[in-house]
């Protein structure tokens, strides 16, 4: 009999991109893929209920606040999802001896490194977001010691609305376009996140604790665009501006290149370019 897996934000960009591997890979586990009309995680009771109906094995925690800007007027409801919520749901895994699976970001760090960010390193967000996430990641990390958390960074696919997507619509109104160049870090094919997720999974992976995963290489948002619109052979003009040209409500780090040293090792994994994902996604549109 298959073991029961259940993902949380399952209609989510990483949920969709972890759904479409599934579908395609020979899977020992069942995948229950719970989207917001499914489940409503900030929901104690009818989360216990889903944990009671599949006793699942692991549970992928997909499901967060995201709206980076937004957070910062909406604080409780960015710490209630991202903090709360996650805080019950690790307790609820404990409880049915569920591994949990928690995707955090690059946003817990304030950007003013120039190396590669370890998993040691001191996080000091610089905004309500980052620091919603951190307070999530502590939250588990006092409730149960069998969790894998993964930070990662500029997270883009095939699916839901991103970047890569977002330029290419821009693109196809406008002859040119500014973006930032003085805000440093690495795009992340959610398709190569969902494989090292299910990689975990399918290796029975117990080396518990906190990993940092993102494509290899580093880029700016314009060294991202310009390369979107080179393998989409699109001809438009790219013009790089500093961050303090675009006002937005919460601050972003200027670097945030993770190091992924750990992961590699704990998984045997090589991890692909940046460039190399990015042209297979773009291709795939």
Sequence with gaps: MKQNVIVTGGSG????????L??????????????????DFTNQEQTKAVFQEYLPLYCISCAAYTAVDNAEEAQDQAFEINTFAVKRLAAICVEYKTTLIHIS?????????????T???????VNVYGLSKLKG???????????FIIRTSWLYSEKANNFVKTMLKLAQTRDQLTVIYDQVGTPTYAMDLANVILKIISNNLTAYGLYHYSNEGIASWYDFAKAVFEFAE???????????????????????VLDKTKIKKALEIEIPYWRDSLNTCVQNL
């Design 234 to 256: 699109v001809d438009i003009n790219v013009l790089p501006v500093a961050s303090s040209a675009f006002i937005t409500k919460a601050r972003r780090p200027h670097y945030s």
């Design 137 to 147: 990641e502590q939250e588990i990390q006092k409730v149960t010691e069998q969790y």
């Design 22 to 39: 599934v579908s395609k890979q020979d899977q020992n586990f069942n995948y229950i893929f719970l989207g917001r009309a499914d489940l």
């Design 13 to 20: 960009q990483l949920g969709q991109c972890l759904n479409d």
């Design 105 to 117: 970001t690059d946003f817990v760090f304030n950007g003013d490194s120039s190396i590669p960010l």
């Design 119 to 125: 998993e040691e390193l001191v996080t000091n967000p």
